[in-house]
Nanobody, 112 residues
Framework: VQLVESGGGLVQAGGSLRLSCVAS????????MGWYRQAPGKQRELGAT???????NYASSVKGRFTISRDNGKNAVYLNMGSVRPEDTAVYYC???????WGRGTQVTVSS
């Protein structure tokens, strides 16, 4: 199993960013995928999840600002981050719920 994230970087508060995760070695189309994040000194926390059928769930901290989506043909899951805030600064990880696998993460830094 391999999950490879991309798209992180430095963005100003109020801006937007799109994260991507490409999966291999899993039956992607039926797997619930998630984006989690871990800020310095804090525990890893849920950002958003999406089932194989497209049902989504969001943490209250990102609801209304972030959108999770997937392309089963490309084995890819995305996180569109909008109206970002300095408190969104974290390493963002892609997660396969079916296999329990994690990507290595991509750093997102929001400047004020």
């Amino acid at each position: 199993v391999q999950l490879v994230e991309s798209g992180g970087g430095l963005v100003q508060a109020g801006g937007s960013l799109r994260l991507s995760c490409v999966a291999s070695g899993i039956i992607f189309s039926i797997d619930t995928m998630g984006w989690y994040r871990q800020a310095p000194g804090k525990q890893r926390e849920l950002g958003a999840t999406i089932t194989g059928g497209g049902s989504t769930n969001y943490a209250s901290s990102v609801k209304g600002r972030f959108t999770i989506s997937r392309d089963n043909g490309k084995n890819a899951v995305y996180l569109n981050m909008g109206s970002v805030r300095p408190e969104d600064t974290a390493v963002y990880y892609c997660h396969s719920h079916g296999t329990g696998s994690w990507g290595r993460g991509t750093q997102v830094t929001v400047s004020s």
